[in-house]
């Protein structure tokens, strides 16, 4: 099982509605990663988690919540967002640590705030 | 920091080869990724360089060369669904800072 699930594939919500984006792989991997792409921009990181523990965040605003329940899980609550937060938001595991190679991404959330 | 260069589009003629390059300056070095994607669709994963040269895999080659800050991708025998953006990525070295930044992707373009 080489995949990375991401869960729902769309999603529209009102900027007062709070929202969760799900993500879940079975690769054993122990880092994984929430990444921004807006339309014709590479992805953009969010935040990562090594070992279940937030190891990076990048300036990210506090509308946007991460969550590792465990080893295979990562969640991405949204909150009070903006239409320019409308984006792909795609979800990437690696083997994590000194050994870390390639991300496997997932096939993303197309978010749309209104 | 890291500065990753990459022409923004391409365009080649079905059955023809390709060469899109991807230069470099990064504080530190370990590891430089290709990822190719479609229009909406995930990043997926075509080749990891650590090492100075060239790795080949099918109709896709990838060269590093560290001490030039300098890669490409070489795609041989286009084919229509080779249409996509191609994202040059670099891992930084050490730190515990494993995260591969990525370029801003060139679009090829493949016509008949």
Redesign the interface.
């Known amino acids: 099982d080489t995949e990375?699930t991401q869960t729902p594939k769309h999603l529209v919500m009102g900027m007062t509605n709070k929202k969760s984006l799900k993500c879940e792989q079975h690769m054993g991997h122990r880092?994984m990663?929430w990444y921004k792409q807006k339309a014709?921009?590479?992805?953009?990181?969010m935040f990562?988690y090594?070992y279940e523990k937030l190891?990076?965040n990048e300036s990210v605003p506090s509308r946007f919540s991460p969550e590792c329940p465990n080893s295979s899980l990562l969640n991405l609550h949204l909150h009070a967002l903006q239409p320019e937060d409308s984006a792909?938001y795609?979800c990437a595991s690696?083997q994590?640590?000194?050994a870390?190679?390639?991300?496997?991404?997932?096939?993303?959330t197309?978010l749309t705030v209104v | 920091g890291q500065n990753i260069d990459q022409p923004t589009e391409m365009t080649a003629t079905e059955g023809a080869i390709v060469q899109i390059n991807c230069t470099y300056q990064t504080s530190g070095f370990n590891?430089l990724?290709w990822y190719q994607q479609h229009a909406?669709?995930?990043?997926?994963?075509l080749s990891?360089n650590v090492l100075d040269g060239l790795e080949e895999k099918g109709r896709f080659s990838s060269f590093l060369s560290r001490s030039k800050g300098y890669s490409y991708l070489l795609l041989k025998e286009l084919q229509m669904k080779d249409s996509a953006s191609y994202?040059c990525a670099v891992?930084p070295a050490g730190g515990?800072?494993?995260?591969?930044?990525?370029?801003?992707?060139t679009?090829l373009i493949v016509h008949p």
């Open positions: 990375v880092a990663y014709k921009k590479p992805p953009e990181l990562v090594s190891s990076i792909l795609l690696s994590g640590g000194p870390n190679t390639e991300a496997f991404f997932g096939q993303g197309r | 590891g990724f909406g669709e995930a990043p997926t994963f990891y994202l891992r515990g800072s494993y995260i591969p930044t990525f370029g801003r992707g679009s």
